[in-house]
């Protein structure tokens, strides 16, 4: 029996460690993978941070590069392994969470090899569960290589012929745009009408403009935080416009449907397509969570990390509070926030 479980090392789980250290209690991370910065070192090979290195600390520890730079996955995955060592944060890898439930006075914590028992848990598993594929993608010829985004490393991976992206977020758009130089005829489906904002403005870099503006710190519950969580998130750092340009790019709209080697868009049908990326996103799930509620976009209801089942806290979800919950830099204020309250919760006289 432990003070608290985390379930996640990745940004969210190693941010909340760190004050739970601060406030002296004992703690353990369970995590899926067999590393630090294993989720990272997943994505594709060119992928970096949108975020330039000031906008990336964690409590406790400087993003080690200079102001104005743009890490690599490879440097995040480095400084998540430091930031553990630097803490000696304890983590049992490979152990997959399957249930959470509630007994009594403390929680279970169920994975496919170990059972844990805790007095509270953070759920720390970040925005990134099951990957989310149009149906039609079993309609399509089994010679066609199908990638989701969360596979693709780079277009090595591709057979040679004609190459489909789908998928208009920062994801599917770096992925085009990588794919397009190559030697090959390449196809986007999805909506064309993206926003579009460039990494630096007047010699500042974007996210100094949204900090100044307040897109950064304006709360979900705010008129604003209501309307950007809303809107269509914009692309950043990509020259959508002249991507779409480019001679071997043709944009065919949505993807309606599939047989065999066709594929059906909005704009017409196309056969030779030899290779599909399917930048579509993923799907939160929460339902291994014994008894919690579920909001219509089915994340876990709560109020900034607090959830309906008391001793069970969320952190590292999209909107969690703000538009930064579940980016590397902004993660720490939402876990700050759960330090304070777990501190004046403690604090508070036993009424049993």
């Known amino acids: ?28 991370i369970v995590d899926a993978n067999n590393e630090i910065g294993a989720p990272w070192l997943k994505r594709w090979d060119s992928l970096k941070l949108f975020t330039p290195s000031e906008f990336n600390h964690l409590p406790g520890k400087k993003f ?4 104005g730079y743009y890490a690599n996955k490879y440097e995040v995955a480095d400084y998540l392994k430091n930031y553990v060592e630097e803490f000696n944060i304890p983590i049992a890898f490979n152990q997959k969470v399957n249930s959470l439930r509630k007994d009594g006075e403390f929680f ?21 569960h099951t990957p989310f594929t149009p149906a039609c993608h079993t309609k399509i010829d089994e010679k066609v290589v199908q990638i989701h985004s969360e596979h693709y490393k780079s ?18 758009v770096q992925i085009l745009d990588e794919i397009s130089n190559t030697n090959r005829n390449v196809y986007f489906s999805g909506n064309t009408n993206i926003k579009t904002l460039p990494q630096e403005i007047l010699g500042k870099t974007l996210w100094w403009w949204f900090r100044k503006v307040g897109f950064l710190t304006a709360p979900k519950y705010s008129w604003i935080g209501k309307r950007i969580s809303k809107g269509l998130q914009p692309v950043i750092g990509t020259d959508v416009k002249a991507l779409f340009n480019k001679g071997n ?10 047989n065999n080697s066709n594929v059906v868009f909005e704009k017409g049908t196309v056969s030779s397509i030899k290779n599909i990326i399917w930048a579509t996103g993923f799907k939160p799930n929460f ?29 590292g979800i999209p909107w969690l509070y703000t538009r930064g919950s579940a980016t590397l830099g902004g993660v720490k204020k939402d876990a700050k926030y759960l330090r304070n309250y777990i501190y004046k919760k403690d604090r508070l006289p036993n009424t049993n």
């Open 1 to 28: 029996m432990i003070d608290y479980i985390i379930i996640g090392a990745g940004q969210a789980g190693l941010a909340m460690a760190y004050y739970l250290k601060e406030l002296q209690k004992e703690y353990l």
């Open 155 to 172: 277009p090595d991976q591709l057979q040679k012929g004609d190459a489909l992206v789908v998928g208009a977020g920062d994801s599917g």
């Open 108 to 128: 279970i914590v169920k994975s496919d090899t170990q059972e844990y028992r805790a007095k509270n848990v953070v759920v720390a598993t970040g925005p990134f």
């Open 287 to 315: 339902k291994w969570i014994e008894g919690i509620e579920l909001d219509d976009t089915q994340y876990p209801k709560n109020y900034r990390g607090v959830s309906s089942i008391e001793g069970i806290y969320f952190l």
């Open 249 to 258: 790019v043709t944009c065919l709209g949505r993807t309606l449907d599939a």
């Open 64 to 67: 080690p590069h200079q102001k």
